[in-house]
């Protein structure tokens, strides 16, 4: 209170000499002149330490530092980070006309962030390298499947090596006994990143986080995965379809 006393008589002070410097300036001469103009400035400096001074509120306003200050985000408070322990996704693909094939990719890290009880926000990394082939006995044509899938026509694993699905929000889910909650993310593949809802079953305890989703569709043409697309004009018996069926479970431990 004291401070904003000082600082209105010091500005009415301020006032009064800078009005009767200016009705001399009138009459005198130059160097007059600059003794006003240091004082104009003088008396700005002191207007602008007054007006910066956090408990000074400027008059005819009503928002105070401690007002600003509420609008800035906020730390989520008591959040609970959940390491991803381990993970399969599992995936099928299919021929027009012919053979389905599935298999495995293992989910090789992440985290998830536990607010409240309830499942935040999230990363999830899949390793490429590890994509499998369960769906053929033979050996050999299991390994050259596998190969051709982490070749150029396909994931391209060498140049990237992971794919990675990314989350900011997980809406609830009462309608389906499937799962109890709806994910909306991003899945970025081959460098190439678009929007995916990911229905999941998530169950979260004092020390750890399980979640399986039922299956979902993709598109792989949208990550650049044409090999054989219709979308190229392949003819029907060679045709592999661009919808692929994914689903997951992992498990994830308290930090």
Same mark, same amino acid.
């Given at each position: 209170? #004291?401070? @904003?006393?000082?600082?209105?008589?010091? $500005?009415?002070?301020? *006032? =009064?000499?800078?009005?009767?410097?200016? &009705?001399?300036?009138?009459?005198?001469?130059?160097?007059?002149?600059?003794?006003?103009?240091?004082?104009?400035?003088?008396?700005?400096?002191?207007?602008?330490?007054?007006?910066?001074?956090?408990?000074?509120?400027?008059?005819?306003?009503?928002?105070?530092?401690?007002?600003?200050?509420?609008?800035?985000?906020?730390?989520?408070?008591?959040?609970?980070?959940?390491?991803?322990?381990?993970?399969?996704?599992?995936?099928?693909?299919?021929?027009?006309?012919?053979?389905?094939?599935?298999?495995?990719?293992?989910?090789?890290?992440?985290? #998830?962030? @536990?607010?409240?009880?309830?499942?935040? $926000?999230?990363?999830? *990394? =899949?390793?490429?390298?590890?994509?499998? &082939?369960?769906?053929?006995?033979?050996?050999?044509?299991?390994?050259?499947?596998?190969?051709?899938?982490?070749?150029?026509?396909?994931?391209?694993?060498?140049?990237?090596?992971?794919?990675?699905?990314?989350?900011?929000?997980?809406?609830?889910?009462?309608?389906?006994?499937?799962?109890?909650?709806?994910?909306?993310?991003?899945?970025?593949?081959?460098?190439?990143?678009?929007?995916?809802?990911?229905?999941?079953?998530?169950?979260?305890?004092?020390?750890?986080?399980?979640?399986?989703?039922?299956?979902?569709?993709?598109?792989?043409?949208?990550?650049?995965?044409?090999?054989?697309?219709?979308?190229?004009?392949? *003819?029907?018996?060679?045709?592999?379809?661009?919808?692929?069926?994914?689903?997951?479970?992992?498990?994830?431990?308290?930090?």
């Amino acid at each position: 209170m #004291l401070k @904003v006393e000082k600082a209105l008589v010091i $500005s009415e002070l301020l *006032v =009064l000499l800078v009005q009767n410097h200016f &009705v001399l300036t009138i009459f005198q001469n130059q160097t007059t002149m600059l003794r006003f103009q240091s004082l104009f400035f003088f008396f700005v400096i002191i207007l602008a330490a007054c007006k910066n001074d956090p408990s000074i509120q400027i008059a005819g306003s009503e928002t105070s530092r401690a007002d600003v200050m509420q609008d800035e985000p906020v730390d989520e408070q008591g959040a609970v980070t959940y390491a991803v322990s381990g993970g399969t996704v599992l995936w099928s693909g299919k021929k027009t006309v012919g053979t389905t094939h599935e298999g495995t990719i293992a989910v090789s890290s992440g985290a #998830l962030l @536990v607010l409240n009880g309830s499942l935040a $926000s999230g990363h999830i *990394v =899949l390793d490429m390298h590890s994509l499998s &082939v369960t769906s053929i006995k033979d050996g050999g044509e299991k390994r050259d499947l596998e190969s051709h899938l982490k070749d150029v026509d396909f994931f391209e694993v060498d140049q990237f090596p992971n794919a990675e699905f990314r989350f900011t929000e997980v809406l609830p889910n009462s309608n389906t006994p499937d799962f109890n909650q709806v994910v909306p993310g991003t899945l970025t593949i081959k460098g190439e990143t678009h929007p995916v809802n990911i229905p999941i079953d998530l169950h979260i305890s004092k020390d750890g986080l399980t979640a399986r989703s039922p299956t979902f569709p993709i598109n792989r043409t949208k990550w650049g995965i044409t090999f054989r697309s219709g979308l190229l004009g392949t *003819v029907k018996d060679k045709l592999i379809e661009d919808t692929v069926l994914l689903s997951f479970k992992l498990t994830a431990k308290r930090q």
